[in-house]
């Protein structure tokens, strides 16, 4: 079992920054493809961003390209999505989640966090 706890959403207005944090317990977080998900009001789940369990291999939904990163800090058990130029469009809630696979499928990730809201005003 893994459980993670997200951090780090908030208010910011159009153009601004957030930094997600994911902090993972349980087993080691290192064995495991993470993604980061949002859903936003009367829509699906949508993956965002993953990456691959050392860190090596990294995908976007290509809404988010050039703007979001996803990095993660094994040593601290730590993903992050460093977001930048937040469109009002990004407002939703993230959440986190680890997969024993490398898989865009909400349904293939078994562990997830309790989300983090980000709002972005115009």
């Known amino acids: 079992q893994v459980q993670l706890v997200e951090s780090g959403g908030g208010l910011v207005q159009a153009g601004g920054s957030l930094r997600l944090s994911c902090v993972a317990s349980?087993?080691?977080?290192?064995?495991?493809?993470t993604g980061w998900f949002r859903q936003a009001p009367g829509k699906d789940r949508e993956l965002v961003a993953r990456?691959?369990?050392?860190?090596?291999?990294?995908d976007y939904v290509h809404s988010v390209k050039s703007r979001f990163t996803i990095s993660r800090d094994n040593t601290k058990n730590t993903v992050y999505l460093q977001m930048n130029s937040l469109k009002p469009e990004d407002t939703a809630v993230y959440y986190c989640?680890?997969?024993?696979?490398?898989?865009?499928?909400?349904?293939?990730?078994?562990?997830w966090g309790q989300g983090t809201q980000v709002t972005v005003s115009s």
């Open positions: 990456i691959s369990q050392n860190g090596g291999v990294t």
């Open positions: 989640a680890a997969s024993d696979y490398w898989t865009t499928l909400p349904n293939n990730y078994p562990y």
């Open positions: 349980g087993r080691p977080f290192s064995g495991y493809t």
